[in-house]
């Protein structure tokens, strides 16, 4: 079994930053790409960024050149950056991980709960 825990989400001013966390754990091989999700209210959930195993990455144009995608291998861990947030940036966001918890088993997407991020004056 495996879980996916964000921490990190709140409450900040435009302008402000925030920094999200999310934590593997579990029966895990390998995981491959991971990356963070957002869905606001009334609309569909969208990527927000990516990171592959090597450390490639890639950006939604919305959020390019204020956030920053991260991870640490050696703690299955996933990491958002999120700077000079503006109040559309409210939302909340989803860890996804693509996981292989076995040597018989495929890759397969994992999901963690949600935090909520509101951007506010």
């Known amino acids: 079994q495996v879980q996916l825990v964000e921490s990190g989400g709140g409450s900040v001013q435009p302008g402000g930053s925030l920094r999200l966390s999310c934590a593997a754990s579990?029966?895990?091989?390998?995981?491959?790409?991971m990356a963070w999700y957002r869905q606001a209210p009334g609309k569909q959930r969208a990527l927000v960024a990516g990171?592959?195993?090597?450390?490639?990455?890639n950006y939604a144009d919305s959020v390019k050149g204020r956030f920053t995608i991260s991870r640490d291998n050696a703690k299955n861990t996933v990491y958002l950056q999120m700077n000079i947030l503006e109040p559309e940036d409210t939302a909340v966001y989803y860890c996804?991980?693509?996981?292989?918890?076995?040597?018989?088993?495929?890759?397969?997407?994992?999901w963690g709960q949600g935090t909520q991020v509101t951007v506010a004056s």
């Open positions: 990171i592959s195993s090597g450390g490639s990455t």
């Open positions: 996804n991980a693509a996981i292989r918890t076995s040597v018989i088993q495929k890759r397969a997407d994992y």
């Open positions: 579990g029966s895990i091989l390998s995981i491959y790409t």
